[in-house]
C-alpha cells in the first residue's frame, strides 16, 4: 500500500521540479521514513535526500514555527504555552541559522522560505482562533508540525546528500524531540 503513495509523491515531485541543466534527469532519491505508531500523528512518508529539497523543506518549517509561533504569543493567556512559542521563536531562529551556515559551506546558495498550502491553512486557522481555542488549535497543529520536523531532519541526517548539511540535521533533531516532549506537557487553557 506504501508503494503506489510513494511512487505517486515521487512522480509529482518530478513533475514539479521541471528540468534542469545542470541536474541529473533521474528523480531524487527519497527516504521513506515514518512516525512510530505510537504517536497520533499522521505519518510522513517521504523526506528528500538531496540538498535542495532538505534545505527548502526545513526553512519552511523554522518560518511557520516562527510565524504560528509570533500568531499565538498575540492573543493566548497561557503563561506555559507562551513561553513555549517564545522557545519555537529562538530555536526555529537558530536551526534556520545552522542550515544556512551548513548550506554556505557547501557553496549552495539558500532560497527565502516559503509555506506550503497545508503549512499556510494551518497558520490561517491559528491567527483565525480566539484567544479562548488558540492554544488547542496551536497546540495540536504544534504537534504535527514536530512530526514531520522530526522526520525530515532524521531522514536527512540517515540518507542526505551533502555532509555539511546532514551534520547540521543530526545536530537538530535532538532539538525537535526535545520541543515534542515539551509538546506533550502542554494543556490548553479553557
Not at 526545513?58 to 503563561?79: F, Q, R, V, Y
Not at 521563536?89 to 536551526?95: C, L
Not at 551556515?101 to 497545508?118: H, I, N
Not at 497543529?141 to 531522514?155: S, V
Request: with cysteine; hydrophobic share 45%.
Amino acid at each position: 500500500m506504501k508503494r503506489p503513495y510513494i511512487l505517486s509523491l515521487a512522480l509529482i515531485l518530478a513533475a514539479c521540479g521541471g528540468p534542469d541543466e545542470t541536474a541529473p534527469t533521474e528523480t531524487p532519491a527519497v527516504a521513506d521514513t515514518t512516525v512510530p505508531e505510537s504517536d497520533a500523528a499522521p505519518p510522513v512518508a517521504v523526506t528528500p535526500v538531496d540538498a535542495t529539497g532538505y534545505i527548502s523543506k526545513a526553512g519552511a518549517g523554522d518560518l511557520w514555527e516562527i510565524e504560528s509561533s509570533k500568531a499565538l504569543l498575540a492573543k493566548s493567556t497561557n503563561a506555559e504555552v507562551k513561553k513555549f512559542a517564545q522557545m519555537m521563536i529562538d530555536n526555529h531562529g537558530q536551526s534556520t541559522a545552522k542550515v544556512k551556515a551548513a548550506a554556505t559551506e557547501a557553496k549552495l546558495t539558500v532560497a527565502p522560505p516559503k509555506l506550503d498550502g497545508d503549512q499556510q491553512k494551518m497558520l490561517d486557522e491559528i491567527k483565525a482562533a480566539d484567544a479562548a481555542g488558540i492554544d488547542a488549535v496551536y497546540i495540536a497543529h504544534q504537534k504535527t508540525a514536530h512530526d514531520a520536523a522530526l522526520a525530515l531532519h532524521q531522514g536527512y541526517a540517515a540518507s542526505g546528500d551533502t555532509e555539511s548539511l546532514k551534520k547540521a540535521a543530526g545536530e537538530i533533531v535532538p532539538v525537535v524531540e526535545a520541543h515534542r516532549a515539551e509538546l506533550a506537557k502542554l494543556t490548553p487553557i479553557n
